[in-house]
């Protein structure tokens, strides 16, 4: 890892940038056009949801057109999985590319998946031609350094997880992509410039800017390494309300269901407080349809465990909703050969709990152990 303070080195540089509108600032606005100021900026590669986060998940960006600051905009998320890697040419005729991209703390967020496929395809080509210099603006990761999970098989790595990363990392974009670095051998020099130049020390309630559509507070960070495996079921995650990840249900489920409540109390330690209510989605899942369930309220961030939670979560609708509750099939993410539940879960073990196999005390062993050795794994990633 190479600090850097400041652009001065690259000035007039043909340059590339992986962002969104969270690479802003309040004094300059957006970074790809307050850049240019210093750089040469070119090219605007984009991820998923859009330059904006004007997209939902899992919708193609290449009907988006963008114009002005005689810029080519160049989508990284299309309508096949070849659409996730720059061709190239794309990246060939930059003499730099940055890397500016905020980050929920989680493997499934898909952005800092973008940013390990141009790595690696810089990696391959570096052997036979010059690639661009890589700057990376560092950001904090909104819901810190604590970690949850297990490392993601390789036979389940998908654009939804990069094999060995567990659900929550606790790295912050920068540290992440270093641990790319040195864990798939690409041979990269990676320049960063921490938080504070371009991107806040830390995020504040007041001012975060949701990086797509269904992110809209920290508090989705925190619920999100659990609840997105929800993405995986025909359970609601929330999508078409106003708290996606904090907010789930179905149709089918019963208000206030007793032995739901009750299942997830046996092992609550005061971290979480399950609030029933009744919601409508305005789209997604049961559109237009009423829904019973549940709003997840985090009491405690440090003791609340979100990927321990939806295990047991699902592992309990299994049980009481045998007719009603379901896995999705289908293409998930360009992936058709595994059930979305299984590329999001990433772990046998785990998928053997949900379905009733394991023990709880069983899997809170085994994830304590397998996040002790995360932690050290890491250490020298976590940057302040």
């Known amino acids: 890892m190479n600090f850097i303070l400041n652009l001065e080195a690259y000035t007039g540089a043909n340059t590339g940038i992986l962002t969104n509108h969270t690479g802003y600032d309040f004094k300059e606005g957006y970074h790809f056009i307050s850049l240019a100021k210093e750089l040469t900026i070119v090219r605007v590669f984009i991820p998923e949801h859009g330059l904006f986060a004007e997209l939902q998940d899992q919708v193609s960006g290449s009907r988006l057109k963008y114009f002005g600051q005689d810029l080519d905009f160049c989508n990284l998320y299309g309508d096949s999985e070849t659409s996730l890697v720059p061709s190239d040419d794309k990246l060939l005729d930059l003499e730099v590319i940055i890397i500016d991209i905020r980050d929920v703390g989680s493997r499934y967020y898909t952005f800092l998946t973008t940013a390990y496929y141009i790595l ?62 040195d864990e798939m051998k690409l041979s990269l020099i990676l320049n960063v410039i921490k938080p504070g130049k371009y991107h806040p020390k830390e995020y504040s309630h007041l001012t975060w800017i949701p990086p797509s559509p269904n992110i809209p507070s920290i508090t989705s960070c925190l619920v999100y390494p659990g609840q997105c495996l929800l993405e995986g079921t025909n359970l609601s995650e929330g999508r078409g309300t106003t708290r996606p990840f904090e907010i789930f249900g179905a149709p089918y489920l019963k208000l206030d269901d007793k032995f739901i409540s009750e299942a997830m109390s046996n092992f609550n330690d005061g971290s979480f407080h399950l609030r029933s209510l009744r919601f409508v989605p305005t789209f997604h899942k049961h559109k237009d349809l009423i829904c019973n369930g549940y709003h997840l309220i985090v009491l405690d961030p440090e003791k609340f465990h979100s990927l321990l939670f939806t295990l047991c979560l699902l592992k309990n609708l299994m049980e009481s909703y045998t ?48 996040e002790e050795k995360w932690k050290s794994k890491i250490l020298k990633y976590q940057y302040d």
């Open 120 to 181: 690696e395809r810089l990696s391959q080509l570096k052997k036979t031609v010059s690639i661009p210099e890589i700057i990376i603006f560092d950001s904090p990761n909104p819901i810190g350094k604590k970690v949850e999970g297990t490392p993601l098989l390789e036979n389940y790595s998908s654009f939804v997880g990069v094999q060995s990363v567990l659900h929550r990392h606790g790295l912050t974009p920068a540290g992440l992509m270093e641990y790319y670095n």
């Open 323 to 370: 007719n009603e509750f379901q896995f999705l099939d289908g293409v998930y993410e360009f992936r058709s050969d595994r059930p979305a539940i299984e590329l999001l879960v990433g772990d046998p073990k785990l998928l053997d709990f949900i379905k009733g196999k394991d023990s709880i005390d069983s899997i809170k062993e085994y994830l304590f152990l397998e």
